[in-house]
């Protein structure tokens, strides 16, 4: 069955209301589409650079570098009736790659599963391979609860609890069981943001391996105790920072010589601490040696004619003055303030003192505004 040509008489029919149906153009530019006579009555003029600035535009990939030259693009439209829908279509296609970019950013600034907020006076993160009693450990020191189990890699993620050691809070976090073939790149972040690292190694176990593992691996990425600096030769900067080992499951006396073994080959360059977390032995011993090591003060304010709170010790880093503790207790104080009394080591009781004056662990400061 054949057809018969039709004559195409669409140009010809009528159509309602006057409307007048047009193609628009593929590729059209924004100036072509605003300065035609049926979508704008008045002409644009728009000057060269606007067309300079538009080519650009068209031809850029990132979606930052579309924004910036959109926004240049919208400087260069002169403001008048001509131009009101091709500044506002401008305005519409922004608007657009700044939700999209916001987007995007929010995105990626989720949290990821290895990172820690830090809180207390300072960060401490356990570093050992599987099985060598670090969850025991930490539960043991902490208010968490972490998984505890006899096999090994149990934790799979870091996991923080808050250690109070004579009224100041620090922060410990458990990590992943490390492993020679491969390590989460952001964990090894969260060793080299950490203030100290605690190896643990197992006593009853194999100890002087598990103590070159985890030296061997805290080397290759960098993150060198204070006592490595001076034979270490780092092929990137490196994180110096304090360093302890603790020796778990020593859980009574009759382990004490398998310990001192491992002084006598370790004890001269690194802070061997013997402790159990079954037992709870010597964990007072530790607590009271991550604080030292963290290098932190306690430091009491005394508001006139009060008692200090002894409960309540503000933290400040060791060789902080009168000035960096008023800042610490408020801004007025730090804003304001013209004198100090202070009690406490190298003073007499009472002593009238600068804002430069360097405050010692334990003593208590009366600040005068």
Known sequence: MGYSAVPDTRSTLPTPFGFKPRLGKIGST??????????????????????????????????DEKIALLEELISTVPKHKGTEKLRGDLRRRLSKLKAAAQTRRSTSRQKSAFHVDREGAGQVVFVGTANVGKSALLAALTNAAPEVAPHPFTTWTPTPGMMVSENVQIQLVDTPAINRDYIEPELIELFRRSDLVLVVIDLQADPIQELEDSLALLASYNILSVSDEQNSEPTSPARIKPLFVAVN??????????FEVLCELFGQDLPLIPVSAITGRNLAELKKALLEALDIIRVFA????????????????????????????????????????????????????????????????????
């Not at 605003?34 to 990939?61: C, D, I």
């Not at 207790?329 to 003073?347: C, E, I, N, P, T």
């Open 30 to 63: 924004w100036a072509e589409l605003y300065s035609r006579p049926e979508q704008n009555s008045m002409p644009t003029n728009l000057p060269p650079r606007y067309f300079e600035v538009e080519e650009r535009y068209r031809a850029a990939k990132a979606n």
């Open 249 to 258: 499951k020593v859980d009574d006396p009759s382990l004490d010589e398998e």
């Open 302 to 369: 005394k508001p006139p004619g009060e008692e200090p709170d002894f409960n309540a010790p503000f933290v400040l880093k060791r060789g902080s003055t009168v000035e960096e503790f008023a800042a610490k207790v408020h801004q007025d104080f730090f804003k304001s303030l013209k004198s100090a009394r202070v009690w406490g080591q190298g003073v007499f009781d009472a002593q009238m003192v600068g804002r430069d004056h360097i405050l010692q662990d334990g003593d208590v400061v009366e600040l005068r505004i």
